[in-house]
């Protein structure tokens, strides 16, 4: 899996672990399901793989304990992780949120204006899409309808505000 941040490629600081008996003192990542084991185990960071279907507010008692949330997609075409990125933030989630799945470098902008951090794509995906693609899909599009919710204030400005202010 290759991880891609708004700087390039990156290593991962998270292991997935055979069991939780493994956990402490590592930064590893879980599935959803075991949240509760998962901290109760004393990981040195926890995060979790979550479905694109979860309703946001099953996190809700976790935000504040959690490092890194990375959302799964299925596939390219299905973008209801783009929404829970979104949710996630405005529930107050301030660790880290990770793409995960086959998308595309066109989605790239998208996924970080919507919240997330990081991307991580399949190896397959990779190997037909460089990161210099990647990157360079930042800069491809230079107006958007919506805020770029990952820079907030210091993001450019929306069409709709700039037509706002005129």
Not at 4 to 33: C, M, Q, S, Y
Not at 76 to 95: E, H, I, N, V, W
Not at 99 to 123: H, K, M, N, T, Y
Request: aromatic share 8%.
């Amino acid at each position: 899996m290759l991880l891609l941040d708004r700087n390039g490629a990156k290593p991962d600081p998270f292991i997935a672990v055979e069991t939780l008996d493994d956990a402490p003192g590592k930064n590893v990542i879980d599935a959803f399901a075991s949240v509760d084991a998962l901290l109760a185990a004393g990981p040195a960071q926890a995060a979790v793989l979550a479905p694109n279907d979860l309703d946001a507010e099953d996190f809700a008692p976790y935000l504040d304990r959690l490092a890194l949330i990375a959302i799964r997609f299925p596939s390219a075409t299905d973008g209801r992780g783009f929404s829970l990125a979104r949710q996630l933030r405005r529930l107050g989630y301030k660790g880290v949120l990770r793409a995960s799945g086959p998308l595309f470098p066109d989605q790239f902008p998208q996924a970080l204006a919507c919240g997330f951090d990081e991307v991580e794509i399949p190896d397959a995906n990779a190997a037909r899409q460089p990161v210099a693609q990647w990157l360079a899909a930042l800069n491809r599009v230079t107006l958007s309808y919506q805020r770029d919710y990952a820079r907030g204030a210091t993001g450019p400005a929306s069409i709709l505000d700039r037509r706002a202010r005129s």
